[in-house]
């Protein structure tokens, strides 16, 4: 009975530790301020912004407080379902973008486009060329990391304008 006690207590380990390696940190630069999250390594995030084919990272709302206009935030369901503010005194162009997951066949994001991004991985890896999607909800019980990066953003080569 112990040996299988071990045996199960060491693979939670593992896996806890293989969970703690895919999490980096994560800066995004919007409108000259800066917000810093933990973002999670999620292999089955493969998601694009249909127009302009740019990757999609999904960050939790509330992680984006401070950068995005509060009246923005507040009333993402009435954008989403298309009851636009009239009254909005702020410039904010976002994307619409779709998805579907486990569990919602048919879901839309907001989205925006960062100024630029940095990830801290093995290398230091700016980026200009990614959308973030603006997720509603709560992606982790933990609190590890309140943000979602697909391979394809890790993978692909740094796409950075001169002006950075």
Do not use: H, Q
Request: include cysteine; aromatic fraction near 10%; hydrophobic fraction near 45%.
């Amino acid at each position: 009975m112990s040996v299988v006690i071990v045996f199960i207590v060491s693979k939670l380990i593992k896996l806890s530790e293989i969970k703690k390696r895919n999490i980096y940190d994560l800066e995004i630069f919007y409108k000259g301020k800066l917000v810093k999250v933990k973002a999670f390594l999620d292999s089955g995030n493969l998601l694009k912004e249909p127009i302009t084919g740019n990757s999609v990272i999904i960050v939790e709302k509330d992680s984006l407080i401070g950068i995005v206009d509060s009246m923005i935030m507040d009333n993402l369901e009435n954008i989403i379902s298309g009851k636009w503010l009239n009254d909005l005194n702020t410039k904010f162009s976002f994307f619409i973008i779709p998805f579907a997951s486990l569990g919602n066949d048919n879901g839309i994001l907001i989205g925006f486009k960062p100024e630029y991004i940095r990830i801290y991985a093995e290398n230091e890896i700016l980026k200009n060329d990614v959308v973030i999607g603006i997720y509603d909800g709560k992606l982790n019980n933990n609190n590890l990391y309140t943000s979602l990066i697909g391979l394809n953003v890790l993978n692909e080569e740094e796409c950075i304008d001169e002006f950075i």
